[in-house]
């Protein structure tokens, strides 16, 4: 937690089907308690993303002393279906100082074929999700579009 402390985390993103976007919030303080000390930045917060862990490209950077929402969408960095399909990115967090990171919340987009996925319909479905890691909370939203009509399932659902 010293002034020349440094600290690096690589967040791999995997999916079984091309990923195709994202958005990545961050909440972050830098300073003790949110200020610096001697009216200097006591910190810093660097967010990266890369395809290969080869090469990164920076998508924010945060100096600023006090509390700090981070949001940007990883569309830029994605290939977005054009080319060769993406099945996983790196998203690497340094922070420096007197940095911390409050929340994070990462969501990604994907392309499947229809019948790759249990087909959902309206009303209540039961979605289940596993993967190798430790217990972690993971939020699954869908929409949809019905046949017969251009309505969202979510604006249908208020219906």
Same mark, same amino acid.
């Given at each position: ?8 985390? /690589? ?14 919030? $961050? ?10 000390? !001697? ?9 990266? /993303? ?8 920076? %998508?924010?950077? $945060? &100096? &600023?002393?006090?509390?700090?929402? %981070? +949001?940007? +969408? ?5 290939? !977005?279906? =054009? ?9 690497? %967090? ?10 994070? *919340? ?5 392309? =499947? ?11 209540? !479905? ?6 190798? +890691?430790? *217990?972690?909370?993971?939020?699954? *939203? ?18």
């Amino acid at each position: 937690r010293g002034t020349g402390a440094r600290g690096t985390w /690589v967040v791999p993103v995997d999916s079984p089907y091309p990923l195709l976007s994202g958005d990545l919030t $961050m909440r972050v303080i830098i300073g003790s308690r949110g200020r610096s000390r !001697n009216g200097e930045a006591s910190g810093s917060v660097g967010v990266d /993303v890369s395809l290969d862990g080869a090469r990164w490209r920076r %998508i924010a950077a $945060m &100096e &600023e002393p006090g509390f700090s929402e %981070i +949001s940007r +969408s990883l569309r830029p960095y994605l290939p !977005n279906g =054009h080319g060769r399909p993406t099945y996983r990115y790196l998203l690497r %967090i340094t922070l420096e100082g007197e940095a911390r990171i409050l929340s994070l *919340r990462l969501a990604s987009d994907f392309q =499947h074929a229809p019948h790759a996925l249990p087909a959902l319909e309206a009303g209540t !479905n039961r979605v289940e999700y596993s993967d190798r +890691s430790d *217990r972690r909370d993971v939020e699954v *939203r869908f929409d949809y579009e019905p046949a017969s009509s251009a309505e969202t399932g979510t604006q249908a659902a208020r219906d």
